[in-house]
């Protein structure tokens, strides 16, 4: 198959190495370092959203939307107003997404694009909702996915990746392990591509919408500050180029980690690059994520933003996980980060009176029905 070209190319954030945007690269071939996708319009087409769900922002993705609008409903998740320890906050509930977590917007976009480049068959190393997002997208876009799993993943979490018919490989070993043992089978095979959502840029390009759609959805305002929980950084990276393409000035933009692995919390307080941290026992498992992949991209938002890193403690996520779930707003641990987060500034005094402030949730409470039902016993 001949594949198509495209008006951009990959570029390399650390040498600065640039890629065709056709040929098949998830990090650079040079040095190994994080790729960015370079030479879309610098800013979203407003006449131009026009169109379905995610598929709207067009004008600012790599790929042309889907002929049938869209995969399958991604995209135009609700924001809305609830109070929080006294403060109006919006929640952008990106946990009502397809498969039930932001992931899908990225999936979608990457699907999409691999369809488009004549790949066959994704390979993907996850043992959670990426995982379940690729299968999905992989799925709509008739595309084989195989995911690479550690041989201790709990079964149970991997049931929804396997019902959209992905075959599911696991490894003994570390988690490096995994992901390298997914992207050697990748490597040998022509007519597969590794989709890793922690490395491939295009994956960033479709989490990015989450913030058109709130830059909208508040009448084309900027909200003020914008919290994000953070563990390989696609949400926070793609909030930063996001709203940069709506031509408003950035939100400033907060990564929420657990204490227990907050590797990028921990380069913000200390001023240094961003190192690997040994994760600890959280209740948070998206964001158990050692050492991310895109730390270039993470530090240049943190400073772009005039950003910040906040670390929630058990305690105070089992707290906002109950506030939340109080409320009607079901959600998995992890997407409570946010909330505590919050919680934490404002008590501090770090939040402004009258602030507009969003919070990315980012999971559905139905992807941990066992962690939930022991906070609640
Ligand atoms: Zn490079």
Known sequence: MVRPSFAWHFRCVVCGATIPANDLAWQCPRCSGELSVEGLPAQLDRPGLTGHGLWRSASVLPVPAPDRGTMLGEGDTPLIPVEIDGALVHLKLDSLLPTGSFKDRGAAVLARYLQLVGARRIIVDSS??????????????????????????????LVQARAYGAAVIPIEGSRDDVAHAAQSAADSDDSASYASHNWHPVFVEGVKTWAHEVHYQLGGRQPDTVIVPTGGGSSFVGAWRGFRETGASIPRLIAAQPEACHPIVRAWQSGTSITSMPAETTMAEGTKIALPSRPAQILEALSDSD???????????????????????????????????????????????????????????????????????
């Open 128 to 157: 959670g909702n990426a995982a379940a997002a690729m299968a999905a997208f992989a799925a709509a876009a008739g595309l084989e996915c195989v995911v690479y799993v550690p041989a201790t993943a709990s079964p149970g979490k």
């Open 307 to 377: 950003g910040a890193g906040v670390a929630v403690s058990e305690d105070e996520l089992t707290s906002a996980s109950k506030l939340l779930w109080s409320m009607g707003v079901y959600v998995e641990p992890t997407a409570a980060l946010g909330v505590a987060a919050f919680r934490i500034m404002k008590q501090q005094g770090d939040v402004q009176e009258g602030a507009t402030v969003v919070i990315h949730i980012t999971g559905n409470g139905l992807k941990s029905t066992p962690v939930i039902d022991e906070v609640l016993s």
